[in-house]
Each structure stands twice: as structure tokens, then as C-alpha cells.
């Protein structure tokens, strides 16, 4: 598997695969072709059919000039992925310099035609499954937040503290901020009220409260397009920061305790990247939501003193659970369902989290089969049900 880092990902919403994604492709393109007039992208499968909702458009445009040319194909998926683009330069004299095919997958990461056979990451983890990873907690006797130092060296923690302060900045605004999330829906901010009205709970209520709040502070930030970090996806950005930053608001956990629960959390979700994927085009919202929910299940484990075995338990209960969510908004926004499902898959994190701590961590199903099994959930859903806004509530509502 690859470095955390890349499932930790500083950028700018509203979709991680939509708008993120693009935008590294179309401004390496760029930087190869200075000698470019004027760009041509096309944009394929569930990247045009939901392109306009996620702002695939203004960040292309933002990038490679105003006399942009976009062509929209959303009934012509490529076979690689969901998400595809391909991006053409041209000189003064409207000759073509260069065409480049390039896939979104999730998370912000791209992947360039002529590599998609052999995938140029740079893998650095021996073990990519969590058994494997439980087998080394049992063998050294260490967390796996130390497995993780281990392998990335101690200037990981340097890269989660930067990653835990955005997460943070984003919590902050997001409870300050009001009115209404651009995009034509009309939907106005909840975050900020939530707020305000938790002050007037007492104990669980308000906690569960404050825990909804934070988690769609982060959520509607993004959704306006605001800087966030993918855990592991933009659309999912909420659920982690929400779930974190409430523990240290209610117990004042230290910082410390927060990074490695952070580096609990990348685990998790490197191992469902490695081995099915992070992105609602190719298997749905439980591919986004599921895998953030397994996360910050694993990371409020962690800091609530678990075992490798409970982790991995409230992991796989969290993803379990989620198993066949469509991935169906409205309109192609990244709002409706997408802003509500961030504060409850937080909370349904700190129950599986809770549960697996009344357990001894055994269990039947591993988290490595229930990752298998979304996999395979993913590729069985219907198409209309994964990203392309033609099914589920994006059609009946």
C-alpha cells in the first residue's frame, strides 16, 4: 500500500473525484504544455453525468483558461473507470500538441492511461491486509499507530498535525458560517444552529448534538467548496473531523492521542483503497460514507484505549453496515443526501466504537471480508445507483 498521505488529502471541495481529481490532471497538463494556446477537455461517463453539480467545469476552467472548450459525455463511460477525462492542447494554429487520457478514482487521485496497467503508486506498506497488520500487533506487541510510524518514519506525524489543524480550521468556519450552500437547492446551513441549540442539552444529547454539528460543519464547507481534507473523499470529509474534534471538545483529548488515532484511521482506509475502492462512481456512497464511517470507528477505538482486534471490529462493524448505499444525489450536488449522511455515519462510528470496547474483538466476519464484500456490492450495483444522478433519491426526489 501507498503512504496515508494520500488518503489524507489538503484541497478543495466539493467532490474529492470530481473536482479535485480533474484539477491535478488539468494543471499538470498545463505546466507540460506552456506553449499552449487553448485546451479541449472531454469529459466521459459519471464525470460528465454529474460534472456540473460537483463543479467539475469551474475547476477545469479555473486552470486552463476561460476559452475553455468542455465536451460532455456522460453515456459514454470509458471501461478503465467511472471518472475519465481526456485533455487535448493546441498551438496558435489550432494544431493538436498532445491528448492525455486520465482516470479520477477517488480521494483526489488520478491515474494516467498509459500507466493504468501497472498503477505508478509508490507502495511503501509490506502488508496490505488487516490481518497481516493484526499478525504484526501480535508479533511486537505494538499498536497500530506504530505500525504505521514504522513504516512512514516519524515525519508522519508532522504531515497528520498539519492535516488534524485543517480539519480543525474547517470545523471552526463551518460552525461560524450561515446561509445558504450555492448550487441551486436552496439549502441552507445547519451546522451554526445545531450549535447554538446543543448549548441548551446536557450530557449524551448534547454530546450526540455537538457531534452532528461538527461533523456538517465540515460537510457544508465543502460543499460550498471550501479548503478540506478527504477522509478518505471529499463528500465524506465530515465524519472524522466530526467525531475528533467532539472528543476533545467533551474529554479533552490531547493532540497527541488525536494523531495517532489519525494514523489509525489512514490505515483503515488505505486498506479499502488497496483492496476495493474509495470512490461512489465505482461502488457506490458505501465506498465514501462506509469507508469513513470504518475510520473514524477505528480511530475513536484507538483513543478510547482499544485493542488491535476491537479497532479492527468497530472497523468492520462500520463498514458493514453501510453495505449497498447508493451513491444518488440530487441535482449532482455534493448536498442532498450527501451533507446528512457525514453527521449520522459519525455517530453510528462512535457506537460501533463502543460496541467492539463491550467486546473481546472476536468476531466472524474480518474486516477484510467485509471489504471484499463492498467490492463486489459496488460492481453489482446498477450504474444508475453510482454517481450519475439518474436513480434513488436523485430521481424520485
Known amino acids: 500500500m501507498e503512504s496515508i498521505k494520500q488518503i489524507f488529502k489538503i484541497g478543495f471541495g466539493p467532490s474529492s473525484s470530481h473536482t479535485m481529481g480533474p484539477a491535478i490532471a488539468a494543471t499538470s497538463f498545463k505546466n507540460s504544455h506552456p506553449e499552449a494556446s487553448h485546451f479541449e477537455v472531454s469529459l466521459f461517463g459519471s464525470l460528465a453525468a454529474t460534472g456540473k453539480g460537483h463543479l467539475t467545469d469551474v475547476a477545469l476552467t479555473q486552470i486552463l483558461g476561460d476559452n475553455l472548450i468542455i465536451h460532455w459525455f456522460p453515456n459514454n463511460p470509458k471501461d478503465y473507470h467511472p471518472n475519465a477525462l481526456n485533455l487535448c492542447a493546441f498551438d496558435s494554429n489550432n494544431v493538436l500538441i498532445e491528448e492525455q487520457l486520465v482516470y479520477s478514482v477517488g480521494g483526489g487521485n488520478i491515474v494516467y492511461d498509459q500507466e493504468k496497467e501497472e498503477i505508478s503508486q509508490t507502495m511503501i506498506y509490506d502488508r496490505s491486509s488487516m490481518n ?177 482486534l476491537q479497532i479492527e471490529y468497530a472497523a468492520e462493524m462500520a463498514m458493514e453496515h453501510h453495505l449497498g448505499m447508493t451513491c444518488d444525489p440530487i441535482a449532482g450536488l455534493v448536498q442532498v443526501p450527501c451533507i446528512e449522511r457525514n453527521p449520522f455515519a459519525a455517530t453510528r462510528a462512535l457506537d460501533a466504537a463502543t460496541y467492539a470496547l463491550l467486546s473481546d474483538g472476536n468476531h466472524i466476519v474480518s474486516f477484510d471480508k467485509i471489504v471484499k464484500v463492498m467490492k463486489q456490492t ?18 424520485f426526489a
Open 132 to 308: 497481516e497488520i493484526l499478525e504484526w500487533c501480535k508479533e511486537t506487541g505494538g499498536a497500530i499507530w506504530e505500525y504505521v510510524e514504522q513504516v512512514e518514519g516519524k515525519e508522519i506525524w508532522e504531515h497528520l498535525a498539519l492535516v488534524w489543524d485543517i480539519m480543525q480550521q474547517a470545523v471552526v468556519r463551518g460552525i461560524e458560517n450561515e446561509g445558504i450552500i450555492p448550487g441551486g437547492l436552496k439549502l441552507s446551513r445547519k451546522a451554526s444552529s445545531y450549535y447554538v441549540k446543543s448549548k441548551s442539552y446536557r450530557s449524551t444529547l448534547k454530546r450526540r448534538s455537538l457531534t452532528y454539528a461538527f461533523a456538517l460543519a465540515v460537510a457544508e464547507e465543502n460543499a460550498c467548496g471550501r479548503k478540506i481534507v478527504t477522509a478518505p473523499t471529499c463528500g465524506s470529509a465530515g465524519v472524522l473531523p466530526g467525531v475528533l474534534y467532539s472528543l476533545k471538545m467533551n474529554y479533552d483529548y490531547s493532540d497527541i492521542k488525536i494523531l495517532r488515532a489519525l494514523a489509525t484511521a489512514g490505515i483503515v482506509g488505505n486498506l479499502v483503497k488497496h483492496n476495493a475502492s474509495i470512490s461512489g462512481a465505482e461502488v457506490g456512497c458505501q465506498g465514501e460514507i462506509g469507508t469513513a464511517c470504518a475510520m473514524t470507528a477505528a480511530a475513536a477505538a484507538q483513543i478510547f484505549g482499544a485493542t488491535p
Open 378 to 395: 459496488g460492481h453489482d450495483l446498477p450504474s444508475i445507483y453510482r454517481e450519475t444522478a439518474e436513480g434513488g433519491i436523485a430521481f
